[in-house]
C-alpha cells in the first residue's frame, strides 16, 4: 500500500493550510489513518490519528487547531491546519495501518513520503 501526500508549502503565522494523503494498491482495508510531524532536530511525533469509525485523537499542542478527517471511500485522509504557528514548521508524514483482504491477509502500516510545513514569522 502505498501513500501520497500532498499540500504542504509556505505560509504566515496565523495562516492555514490543508494536508491530503491517498492511499493506493489492491485489496486493502485500512484502519488507523494518521498524520506525524518532525521537525529540524527533533523527534517524529504524533499529529493526530483517526479511525475508520472516524473516532479522532489529537496531540495536546495541535487540539483546537487542526482537524483530521478521512474519507473511506477514496482511502484519503486530510489534516486541516488553522492558526498556525513557526513551532508547526516541519515535514508531515501521513501514515495508514490495516490489511490485506485476500491471501494471508496480511496487516500493513505505510507511511508517506512527507510533505513540508513551512510557517513564518
Known amino acids: 500500500v502505498q501513500l501520497q501526500a500532498s499540500g504542504g508549502g509556505l505560509v504566515q503565522a496565523g495562516g492555514s493550510l490543508r494536508l491530503s494523503c491517498a492511499a493506493s494498491?489492491?485489496?486493502?482495508?485500512?484502519?488507523?489513518m494518521g498524520w506525524y510531524r518532525q521537525a529540524p532536530g527533533k523527534q517524529r511525533e504524533l499529529v493526530a490519528i483517526?479511525?475508520?469509525?472516524?473516532?479522532?485523537n489529537y496531540a495536546d499542542s495541535m487540539k483546537g487547531r487542526f482537524t483530521i478527517s478521512r474519507d473511506n471511500a477514496k482511502n484519503t485522509v486530510y489534516l486541516q491546519m488553522n492558526s498556525l504557528k513557526p513551532d508547526d514548521t516541519a515535514v508531515y508524514y501521513c501514515s495508514a495501518e490495516g490489511r490485506f483482504t485476500i491471501g494471508t491477509l496480511k496487516p500493513f502500516n505505510s507511511w508517506g513520503q512527507g510533505t513540508q510545513v513551512t510557517v513564518s514569522s
Open positions: 494498491g489492491r485489496d486493502f482495508i485500512i484502519s488507523d
Open positions: 483517526v479511525t475508520r469509525p472516524g473516532s479522532t
